[in-house]
């Protein structure tokens, strides 16, 4: 069985990513698939670096330039996505070949805009509330404020994940709220 877990930035998602593993499901994460491209893959870098001007320094992907520029324009962003989404697929489907393991989650916060739900039997989407999201997003990763709603505005609203996710959960509250509505979808699908 294979789970599609996805959602915005600041929803969630890894949290309950690192509970599931503790849980015994196998993690196939997506962002690490990408952190592992933009030094090792370099037929991707190359991609990037002929997309996106001074981006590639010592052989990879300055990650930090990188957001400046597709997370203040759509375009850029999407030109990325059509970029990288190709060797994401690619990397994940060797990823699931390559386990032996009953079940899987797909932590993946693009599941439905790359594709990968394909290869998912059920997809969750882990949602919160913008503020709540923008909280832990300023306290995650140390960025402005500013910076930190350019990314939550580019992501796709509730509506989306709500309209493709068979399952969603919301995390206003307290984890274990959340890790308990997990724990109730799961044990349905499996």
């Known amino acids: 069985m294979i789970i ?6 600041g929803s ?4 309950i990513s690192r509970y599931l593993k503790k849980k015994g499901f ?5 962002d690490e698939i990408v952190r592992r491209l933009y030094v090792d893959c370099d037929e991707c870098i190359d991609a990037i670096g002929k997309s996106f001007e001074n981006v590639v320094e010592n052989n990879g ?12 324009d759509k375009h850029s962003l999407l030109k990325l996505c059509e970029i990288v989404n190709p060797y994401i697929l690619n990397k994940i489907k060797t990823e699931i070949n390559a386990k032996n393991c009953d079940n899987i989650i797909l932590d993946a916060p693009t599941l439905f805009e790359s594709g990968a739900y ?9 949602l919160s509330k913008k503020q709540i999201r923008l909280r832990r997003i300023l ?3 140390n960025i402005k404020r500013h910076d930190a709603m350019v990314r939550i505005d580019s992501q796709p609203k509730d509506d989306f994940y709500i309209e493709h996710a068979d399952e969603i959960v919301f995390n206003n509250n307290r984890l274990v709220n959340c890790i308990s509505s997990v724990e109730c979808i799961l044990h349905k699908w499996l």
């Open 26 to 30: 196998l993690i196939i994460d997506s």
């Open 61 to 72: 992907v300055n990650k930090r330039k990188l957001a400046k520029i597709v997370w203040n």
């Open 12 to 15: 969630g998602k890894s949290e």
């Open 139 to 141: 306290n995650r990763d």
């Open 4 to 9: 599609g877990l996805t959602g915005p930035t």
């Open 118 to 126: 394909r290869f998912c039997d059920y997809s969750l989407a882990i």
